[in-house]
């Protein structure tokens, strides 16, 4: 990635970064159905957002579309996939081959995001020299000596939460330079060191919260039915 095109990137807020992979989707599906234009009233509609939030967000990216038409799909999945760096695989060292770590590696998805784990590394003896969806697994002791090898700076981090911090401090003096954290400790880093903390139980959180308040309105709609009855 140039330096100009990281230096654009960093302008674009987090919001919208994590918008613009729910566009392209969108926009390579109806690629596929053979569609030649989309406009930003049409994304909206099928991802649920404002249609001037879509237009905003494509504003980041320099693409422009035409009046009453709208997008040329094509060069929106196109400038959509450089922009998002998904087209220039990004490889990556996992730490930690439990279960998480274990089916992150079994994700072909990843691939498709631009991140490529290339190797896993675990302090169980028995797991060195084993391979899952073909990705080698080391001993973490080897770590310094493949990332030398190799200059990957990006690294998963899914080991158990208590051995976050130094696994995290591990990664770093080797080289890491990007931790994807998954674990739920938040890892004290230096300041050129970039770490993003992904969580799946957040959504769940959100999702039982709506449900809850779907319940709720249920509840009150019930309640006034019986209030009418009754008058
Ligand atoms: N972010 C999420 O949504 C999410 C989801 C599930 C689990 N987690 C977190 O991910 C982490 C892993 O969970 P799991 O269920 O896969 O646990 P796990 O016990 O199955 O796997 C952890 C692996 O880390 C290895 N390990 C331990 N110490 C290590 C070290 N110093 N260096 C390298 N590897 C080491 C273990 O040998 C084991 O193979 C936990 O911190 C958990 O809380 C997060």
Redesign the pocket.
């Known amino acids: 990635m140039s330096n100009l095109h990281s230096s654009i990137q960093f302008k674009v807020p987090e919001p919208t970064l994590r918008r613009l992979p729910w566009y392209l989707a969108y926009a390579q599906l109806v690629l596929k159905e053979g569609e030649l234009y989309l406009s930003s009233t049409q994304i909206a509609k099928n991802i649920a957002v404002d249609a001037s939030m879509v237009a905003k967000d494509l504003s980041y990216v320099n693409i422009s579309g035409r009046t009453r038409v709208g997008y040329d799909v094509k060069e929106l999945v196109g400038i959509l996939e450089a922009f998002l760096g998904f087209t220039n695989s990004h490889k990556a060292f996992l ?7 274990g089916a992150l590696m079994h994700d072909n998805g990843l691939e498709q995001f631009g991140l490529e784990i290339v190797a896993g ?4 003896y028995e ?1 060195s020299g084993t391979s899952i969806n073909r990705i080698p697994i080391h001993h ?1 002791d080897r770590f310094v000596e493949l990332q030398q090898q190799t200059g990957i700076n990006i690294g998963v981090l ?4 208590d ?2 911090q ?2 995290s401090e591990i990664m770093i003096a080797g080289g890491i330079q990007a931790i994807w954290n ?4 938040r890892i004290r880093v230096p300041e050129n060191i970039i770490v993003q903390n ?4 957040a959504h769940l959180a959100v999702m039982f919260n709506r449900l809850n308040a779907i319940k709720e309105d249920e509840k009150k709609k019930i309640l006034n039915q019986r209030h009418q009855k009754l008058k």
Do not use: N
Request: glycine share 10%; hydrophobic share 50%.
């Open positions: 730490f930690g081959v439990g279960s998480l770590g590394f675990d302090v169980k797991l973490l899914t080991v158990p939460v051995k976050a130094m696994v998954f674990t739920p400790f992904t969580s799946i139980y």
